[in-house]
């Protein structure tokens, strides 16, 4: 059974920083792409930053040049590091796991989320 748990949410003042993390276990991780996906109050779920099993990354126009996405394989974890953070940014914040295919990038587990408020 798949479990990804995230971790590393809560309250920060806008242009500060978070980082969020999420454990994977239950299936290998090294061959899978990874990603980050976020919803705020009242929006559609919207793909924040993926990166593949070869390490290549993509991120959503919002946050480039702010997150970075990043995975440690011997630690089976994915990271997302926030900084200049806005409060748009304010969401709950899902990991998962999936494929990347010439279509893009297809996740297939998710973990449960984790809420981060951006906030004066």
């Known amino acids: 059974q798949v479990q990804l748990v995230e971790s590393g949410g809560g309250l920060v003042q806008p242009g500060g920083s978070l980082r969020l993390s999420c454990a994977a276990s239950g299936s290998p991780f090294s061959i899978y792409s990874l990603g980050w996906h976020r919803q705020g109050p009242g929006k559609q779920r919207e793909l924040v930053a993926t990166i593949t099993s070869g390490g290549s990354t993509n991120y959503a126009d919002s946050v480039k040049g702010r997150f970075t996405i990043s995975r440690d394989n011997a630690k089976n974890t994915v990271y997302l590091q926030m900084n200049s953070l806005k409060p748009e940014d304010t969401a709950v914040y899902y990991c998962?796991?999936?494929?990347?295919?010439?279509?893009?990038?297809?996740?297939?587990?998710w973990g449960q989320g984790t809420q981060v408020i951006v906030s004066s």
């Open positions: 998962n796991k999936g494929v990347t295919t010439s279509t893009g990038y297809r996740p297939q587990y």
